[in-house]
């Protein structure tokens, strides 16, 4: 059987019989591919930690009959930092099931990995506010993917936008100025430092990004509009955005209970 | 209809037995159509008392209304056990890791079954496991510390972290087994997430 090696992170697996796994891997060299990891699920498998989700290894594969085979791993990491924290594990969880969601199978797209791996590094540090990387990450990977939102002029007429009530229309993919936002029916509502804190989550750097502090109104208005987006553009909503829904509700709920 | 082209022979009734075998987990064709025959060649009366085997546990089994184990009571034999200590819950996901628990002969308290872990990706959040009786549980017995015995994944990490901080605040001690290398291990093998988590978990000596 030929053998190649990649450069791996893992974005999903399924128990396979009693002991084994397949897992859906981004890597580097040959974009999306499914691989079968033998003996995954026993404990002290040098498999197992290689094949938890988010985790990134340098592997061999065994081109196989219908999946190829998992030979051999190194841990590059495991982002213990991620793994530690609820709030950041779901989040890295989310990044991952979006990508297999957002990329074909078996095209090489040496961009998103790179891209994938650098949002689960700065997810380690973004502990205070983790939606920064959370949305840098998808609205990267959805200009990856062709679909960056046009944030320059208003979608439908090409206008200017004013500084005050412009609109996003997910199935337009992009902002509406003020003449034109009540023309798309999933428009919503945008303040004008909104708009200015999408452009830096699309290209600032990565120091710049986990320094941003948006105003708590403009990180609600911009996690609408994204939630909205990625699922106008994935066709569906992701499972593991509606968990992190879940955690937000507990977290509210605890916030309201602890006041009295 | 299976791929397999000799079930075009087999009589209706095995064809049958060998579409239902093959439903087991970890069973293929090939190791269904053995077992297929094996029961055949077997006396009926063992073969019968497979097949009433089977139909007791579907009547029998429920769960316990206390702690959700598999039982054939309303109570579960530990939860009736009046000598097992109720200051001390065990959770776990499924009845087997609860079994894998009383198989170690130490632990003495009680035990609550999840019926399921926290798996984001699968949709399984916790609304759909037993969280709600676990808190009911906790305001009404006498329990004083919850040992969260989940699997050292993804999902067993995300349903501990999330207990945790549900139970935290009802004054209550919240521990998690600990995990690392696995005895009769290697060092040397061990990936980064394990050798970090038995760094964290060391202990004095
Ligand atoms: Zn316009
Ligand atoms: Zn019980």
């Not at chain 1, 592997?59 to 998992?70: E, F, N, R, T, Y």
């Not at chain 1, 506010?129 to 960056?148: K, N, S």
């Not at chain 2, 605040?169 to 093998?189: C, F, M, N, S, W």
């Amino acid at each position: 059987m030929p053998v190649y090696n990649a450069d791996a992170i893992v974005l999903h697996r399924i128990l396979l019989g009693e002991t084994d796994k397949i897992v859906t891997l981004l890597t580097r060299e040959k974009g999306k591919l499914n691989a079968v990891a033998k003996g995954a699920r026993r404990a002290g498998s040098r498999l197992s930690g290689a094949t938890e989700l988010f985790t990134h290894s340098q592997m061999q594969l065994a081109v196989g009959k219908s999946l190829d085979i998992i030979s051999q791993c190194q841990v590059a990491s495991s982002f213990p930092t991620l793994r530690g924290d609820l709030e950041l594990l779901a989040r890295a969880t989310y990044l991952c099931e979006l990508t297999d969601r957002m990329i074909e199978e078996r095209e090489p797209n040496p961009e998103v990995f790179d891209l994938l791996l650098s949002a689960l590094y700065l997810l380690q540090r973004a502990q205070e506010r983790p939606d920064l990387i959370v949305h840098a990450y998808e609205l990267r990977l959805l200009a990856e993917r062709g679909y960056m939102p046009q944030l320059e002029a208003c979608v439908r007429c090409g206008g200017a936008l004013q500084r005050r009530q412009s609109a996003f229309s997910p199935s337009l993919g992009g902002v509406l100025c003020s003449g034109c936002r009540f023309s798309a029916q999933d428009a919503i509502a945008l303040h004008a430092e909104t708009i200015t804190f999408l452009h830096a989550l699309a290209s600032a750097d990565p120091e710049t990004l986990l320094a941003l502090a948006p105003s708590p109104a403009a990180a609600a208005e911009t996690a609408r509009c994204l939630r909205w987006y990625v699922r106008y553009r994935a066709d569906r909503d992701l499972k593991s955005a509606e968990f992190l829904d879940s955690l937000r509700v507990q977290a509210s709920r605890q916030h309201n209970v602890s006041r009295g | 209809m299976s791929g397999i082209p000799t079930m075009l022979h087999y009589a209706k009734p095995l064809a049958r037995l060998v579409a239902e075998l093959e439903k087991l987990p970890g069973i293929g064709p090939k190791s269904a159509q053995r077992m297929a025959f094996y029961l055949l060649r077997i006396p009926r009366e063992e073969a019968m008392q497979l097949a009433h085997a089977i139909a007791e546990v579907k009547e029998k089994i429920g769960f316990c209304r206390e702690c959700f184990n598999f039982t054939d009571q309303e109570l579960c034999d530990i939860c009736r056990d009046t000598r097992r200590d109720r200051s001390l819950l065990c959770v776990v996901s499924e009845p087997r890791d609860l079994m894998a628990m009383e198989r170690t002969n130490e632990f003495r308290g009680v035990y609550h079954v999840l019926q399921g872990v926290i798996s984001p990706q699968d949709g399984i959040g916790p609304d759909v496991l037993r969280i709600r009786e676990l808190q009911a549980r906790l305001y009404e017995n006498e329990i004083q510390e919850v040992i969260l015995a989940t699997n050292p994944t993804i999902e067993g990490d995300a349903t501990a972290f999330y207990l945790a901080r549900l139970l935290k605040p009802l004054g209550l001690k919240v521990t998690r087994i600990a995990h690392g290398l696995p005895a009769g291990g290697d060092l040397d093998y061990a990936d980064q997430a394990t050798l970090v988590s038995a760094l964290q978990w060391r202990r004095e000596m």
